[in-house]
T-cell receptor
Framework: SQQGEEDPQALSIQEGENATMNCSYKTSINNLQWYRQNSGRGLVHLIL?????REKHSGRLRVTLDTSKKSSSLLITASRAADTASYFCATDENRDDKIIFGKGTRLHILP | GAVVSQHPSRVICKSGTSVKIECRSL??????MFWYRQFPKQSLMLMATSNEGSKATYEQGVEKDKFLINHASLTLSTLTVTSAHPEDSSFYIC?????????????????FGPGTRLTVL
């Protein structure tokens, strides 16, 4: 099953610009997580935001969560070439033990 | 953070053979591990939940007789793709839930292995 829907599916921006990705989900959750995956590689955990949190920061990353709209956004500020990757949101569907991933956003940072 | 390893990282096999993939939690005990499959340019799809000492729980549409899961110890889960066919070629990723999670309902981040790329000829 697939819980989250990322928007946009693909995004190309100039280096130095900010990148915003959105994620929507369907069920109640305990938390939402964002992951990065470089092409053909494993996942890198970026940030976890709990259902009682509205915003969280980590370095150049800013994540928001709106449980009333069942949506989250990931903002990467001052993008770099190394940020080129696929980004996935993941939720504990129905507050279950397992994590379900969204379809992902492919981010490409242009030099 | 906690470290999860997978072995092998890459495997090529002939159609009809079986392939075993290992997932290990290196510095913590994981009572629950998860197996995902990822096709090119797609997201991760959960295949099954592996529980130490009991049978795995498979997601709808995943054939349990084809994808055998064994979680024999608190640090090791294995996925065996039996009678592999070219359509089974994929990136298989395991994960283990953080040991810091106080209860299953209060899920914390999961730690993912680096993945195993399976190519069936």
């Amino acid at each position: 099953s697939q819980q989250g829907e990322e928007d946009p599916q693909a995004l190309s921006i100039q280096e130095g610009e900010n990148a915003t990705m959105n994620c929507s989900y369907k069920t109640s959750i305990n938390n939402l997580q964002w992951y990065r995956q470089n092409s053909g590689r494993g996942l890198v955990h970026l940030i976890l935001i709990r259902s009682n949190e509205r915003e969280k920061h980590s370095g150049r990353l800013r994540v928001t969560l709106d449980t009333s709209k069942k949506s989250s956004s990931l903002l990467i500020t001052a993008s770099r070439a190394a940020d080129t990757a696929s980004y996935f949101c993941a939720t504990d569907e129905n507050r279950d033990d397992k994590i379900i991933f969204g379809k992902g956003t492919r981010l490409h940072i242009l030099p | 953070g906690a470290v999860v390893s997978q072995h092998p990282s890459r495997v090529i096999c002939k159609s009809g053979t079986s392939v075993k993939i290992e997932c290990r939690s290196l510095d913590f005990q994981a009572t629950t591990m998860f197996w995902y499959r990822q096709f090119p340019k797609q997201s991760l799809m959960l295949m099954a939940t592996s529980n130490e000492g009991s049978k795995a729980t498979y997601e709808q549409g995943v054939e349990k007789d084809k994808f055998l899961i064994n979680h024999a110890s608190l640090t090791l889960s294995t996925l065996t793709v039996t009678s592999a066919h070219p359509e089974d070629s994929s990136f298989y990723i395991c994960s283990a839930r953080s040991p810091l999670a106080p209860t299953p309902a209060y899920n914390s981040e999961q730690f993912f292995g680096p993945g195993t790329r399976l190519t069936v000829l």
